[in-house]
């Protein structure tokens, strides 16, 4: 695929998608402590936002999605300005918050689905 061919469109990609995230996760924050309802198509989001899962230690899950897509925005735009001269791990660093993220993604996905049975 050519439009993946460059390095600088795979990073305005995750800025992209980092951006689009970020926006989403504020949003859930949002009517989590708006207690407001949620617009969405798929499910019962009103149903997951107001169940135990949707805290972690007293801190909305939707807050730490907001903070870690906003610390990959930051990185993905580090990285594209930053060029050849960024540090090695950033890369790496990078890697890890999105892994990480889709793990605990695919965790709360399984909860809304097996436990919650939000679908």
Same mark, same amino acid.
């Given at each position: 695929m050519k439009l993946f061919a460059s390095l600088r469109n795979?990073?305005?990609?995750?800025?992209?998608? +980092?951006?689009? $995230?970020?926006?989403?996760?504020?949003?859930?924050?949002?009517?989590k402590v708006a207690q407001a309802h949620i617009v969405c198509g798929v499910g019962d989001c009103d149903l997951v936002n107001a169940s135990p899962y949707? +805290?972690?230690? $007293?801190v909305p899950v939707a807050a730490l999605g907001a903070a870690g897509y906003g610390a990959l925005l930051v990185a993905a735009l580090w990285a594209l300005a930053a060029r050849d001269d960024a540090p090695e791990w950033l890369t790496n660093a990078r890697l890890v918050m999105a892994s990480g993220g889709l793990f605990f993604a695919a965790y709360l996905t399984g909860i809304e689905a097996f436990v919650l049975h939000a679908y």
């Amino acid at each position: 695929m050519k439009l993946f061919a460059s390095l600088r469109n795979l990073q305005i990609l995750s800025i992209v998608l +980092s951006a689009i $995230g970020l926006a989403d996760s504020l949003y859930l924050w949002w009517t989590k402590v708006a207690q407001a309802h949620i617009v969405c198509g798929v499910g019962d989001c009103d149903l997951v936002n107001a169940s135990p899962y949707s +805290s972690l230690l $007293g801190v909305p899950v939707a807050a730490l999605g907001a903070a870690g897509y906003g610390a990959l925005l930051v990185a993905a735009l580090w990285a594209l300005a930053a060029r050849d001269d960024a540090p090695e791990w950033l890369t790496n660093a990078r890697l890890v918050m999105a892994s990480g993220g889709l793990f605990f993604a695919a965790y709360l996905t399984g909860i809304e689905a097996f436990v919650l049975h939000a679908y």
